[in-house]
Each structure stands twice: as C-alpha cells, then as structure tokens.
C-alpha cells in the first residue's frame, strides 16, 4: 500500500481532547460554546485540539452535530485539529473523514469499530479498507482505547504502522510494553507516537513519544503546556513537580464516570459544558460538589506553578 501524505511528527506536544459542550435542554452540540473553548485552550499554551474522541462523549451526538462542529471549530482554532471520526461502520467512519479532510483539519484518529467484539484479522481489515478508500486525503492516526472498546492489539498495531498508510497512533492503554514496541516499530518506519494516558506521559515523552492527547488539558491547558515545557528543557525538579500536579488531578477524578469531572473542572473555569449525559447517584453527585471545592482551591496554587498568575 501507498504512504499516506503525511509528515511523522506533523502534531506534537499537548493536544487537548476537547469535552463537546451540549445545548441546555437538548442532546445536541452547542456550537457557540465550542468556539469559545477552543479559544480557551488555544491561549492555554498547548499545541493542538482533538475533537469527539472518548473526553469529547462522541457517541452520544448526531452525525450532522459531529460535521458542524468540526466545520465550524476548523475554522476558529489557531491550531491544529485532530478529529475523531470513529463509528459503529466502516462506511459511517469514512463519510466522516471525507467530510474533515475538506474542513482542512490535520488529520483524524480511529477507534476499531465498537460495541461487537471483532478478531484482530478483522480489525486490520477494518482499517486498511479505511486507508485505501481515504487515497492519501487526510493523515490518520489509529486510536488504541481498550477500556471501552476493542483492543488494537501490538501485533495488529505495529503491522498496519509498518504499511507506511498510517500517521501514527494515540495509545490510551498505558501500557509501558506497549509504548516501547510502538517506539521500537518507530525507528523503523517513522510515524508520530501520541499518548492518550497521562500518568506515563512524562517518561514516556522522556523516551520518545511525540506528544499526548490530554484530557486533563482540557480544564487546565496550563499545567500539561508547561509540563511538555519542562520536558523539553530537561528540567527535572520541575518536571517532578508538574507531573505530580497532573496525578493529583487524575487522584480526584478516577472514581467518577469518564468524562464527567473533566467537563465539571472546565466548567468550573468557566467554560459552557452543558449537562451531563447521565444524571450523577446521589453519592456521586455530593462527591463531584466536594471535587468542585477541593478544585477551587488547589487550582491557583497549579496555576502559580505553570507560571501563570492568574
């Protein structure tokens, strides 16, 4: 198969996974708040912005919601978009494509289709189909998130990289074996290595990954710019620091269903997120007014750290 039009490293450093903000009252996309957090996390000092992936809830939304919204978001960043084109169909997945390569974003990742269990023989299929019926149109980056859909296993990873057809890959498994077969695959066929699991990105960016694909980035822009700062200047003290920052996040937010304290956190910074696509447990709920409090306060001190001043 013929290379994809591609530079390897053609995104790099934090790219935000974007929450979708939803319209009160109705499950659709609130476009006017979308724009305006784009403009939050562009001015947050980070690199790019991932749209619809796990954070940004896309299966929740309507094809014509999904379009819009990267039609509209492409022309208001400043940055580089990555889209989630992911769907239940192979037909859905690049009529969606299709429809971003012409908004002119930077490429877009895909999942192996969801919900069914597929075998790895199918799943490679899947996605070198997806590869020749795209021609080259758009850089795509597979995307492994196997704690809520089917795995792309290593094998089947490093096999469809090797093809020279993909850009590269946001792995959200946190593996550690994993990223280093990715890695040793890389410096054969160049290709752009993107973590989606934050508590290894520091070592992992240390050791060769090209960036993250962040949700944490998503309510603090800051902390994850500067942590990829950090790791490029070599400074270790500070590094030690942020990422400690990052994991105290991650501490507050792990019992509650993804993406939930995520969206809660943005909206604390006062960005339009919407409601909730499942109402909180009442012990949920009073656990998310208390993160909202420990947020409160913790946030300033965070933000003192990126060297911000807000």
Do not use: F
């Given at each position: 198969m013929k290379?994809?039009?591609?530079?390897?490293a053609a995104l790099s450093g934090i790219v935000?996974?974007?929450?979708?903000p939803?319209?009160?009252?109705?499950?659709s996309i609130d476009l006017a708040a979308t724009l305006e957090l784009v403009d939050f996390v562009c001015a947050g000092g980070v690199d790019g912005i991932a749209l619809l992936g796990s954070t940004g809830e896309f299966p929740h939304f309507a094809l014509d919601d999904r379009r819009h919204m990267v039609d509209f978001a492409a022309k208001r960043s400043r940055l580089p978009l990555l889209v989630n084109v992911s769907a239940s169909t192979i037909d859905t997945a690049l009529e969606l494509a299709q429809e971003a390569a012409g908004?002119?974003?930077?490429g877009v990742m895909l999942m192996p289709p969801y919900y069914f269990r597929y075998s790895q023989e199918t799943i490679r299929r899947f996605f070198l189909t997806f590869a020749e019926q795209m021609r080259g149109q758009i850089p795509i980056y597979l995307y492994n998130i196997p704690v809520f859909t089917n795995e792309i296993a290593i094998e089947t990873a490093v096999h469809l990289l090797a093809t020279g057809a993909f850009a590269g890959i946001k792995d959200s498994s946190g593996n550690w074996d994993y990223f280093a077969a990715l890695r040793t695959q890389c410096a054969r066929t160049p290709f752009t290595?993107?973590?989606?699991?934050?508590?290894?990105?520091?070592?992992?960016?240390a050791e060769g990954a090209h960036g993250a694909v962040s949700g944490v980035a998503c309510a603090i822009p800051e902390l994850m710019a500067a942590l990829e700062r950090a790791i490029g200047s070599g400074d270790a003290a500070r590094i030690a620091t942020l990422d400690c920052r990052v994991r105290e996040f991650l501490e507050r937010i792990e019992r509650f269903p993804?993406?939930?304290?995520?969206?809660?956190?943005?909206?604390l910074r006062k960005q339009k997120t919407g409601a909730l696509a499942v109402p909180l447990g009442e012990s949920e709920a009073k656990a998310m007014a208390e993160f909202g409090e420990w947020f409160g306060g913790w946030l300033p001190t965070a933000l003192r750290e990126c060297g911000e001043v807000k």
């Open positions: 290379s994809a039009s591609r530079a390897p935000v996974a974007a929450v979708t939803r319209r009160q009252g109705e499950y908004s002119g974003v930077a290595i993107l973590i989606g699991y934050e508590p290894i990105y520091a070592r992992a960016r993804a993406p939930t304290a995520i969206k809660e956190a943005t909206r």
